[in-house]
């Protein structure tokens, strides 16, 4: 008895079962490009979907969303290095906004966690925002600025 090629083995499929492969493979490739922190934040919203109802799953895929559709770094890896990495005006830069991100968020009387929620983000991620271990992206900090109820140039005075 041979073994058929993965091509014939796929191509025997019905097309439904062609599409979730398909998907799987686009998913498991995107996952793979991820810095290992967004990818163990990934794996941990799993864990927690399982572990919570439906009322709770929107937020959790909003929050997996957001880490898989989050541009990838190209040429400017500074958006996922840790502090370590971060040097001259851009470790100042993400010191700057990690406390501005706090400053606000404490005027709202918001833990860190009220916060990740209402801007569907998860919690780990904007802690390491405001300890500057990373820099936010512009998307990241919209979504902060409007679950703080302010302006995204009140965290950075050079977006708009």
């Not at 097309?15 to 398909?22: G, M």
């Not at 163990?40 to 909003?62: C, N, S, Y």
């Not at 390491?128 to 302010?150: C, F, Q, V």
Request: hydrophobic letters at 40%.
């Amino acid at each position: 008895m041979g073994t058929k090629e993965p091509m014939a083995v796929l191509a025997s499929l019905p097309e439904e079962a062609r599409s979730i492969l398909l998907a799987l493979s686009i998913v498991t490739s995107r996952i793979n490009t991820l810095a290992p922190p967004d990818r163990d934040d990934l794996f941990a919203l799993m864990v927690q979907w399982r572990k919570t109802g439906p009322d709770e799953h929107g937020e959790i895929l909003r929050a997996m969303e957001e880490i898989l559709t989050q541009k990838p770094p190209t040429s400017n890896r500074m958006l996922m290095e840790t502090s370590e990495g971060l040097k001259g005006g851009s470790k100042k830069w993400a010191l700057y906004v990690g406390g501005k991100i706090k400053e606000f968020r404490e005027k709202a009387g918001m833990t860190q966690v009220q916060l990740s929620q209402a801007a569907g983000l998860p919690q780990s991620h904007l802690s390491r925002l405001e300890n500057a271990e990373y820099t936010a992206t512009s998307i990241t900090l919209e979504k902060i600025a409007t679950a703080l109820g302010i302006t995204v140039r009140e965290l950075d005075s050079c977006l708009d």
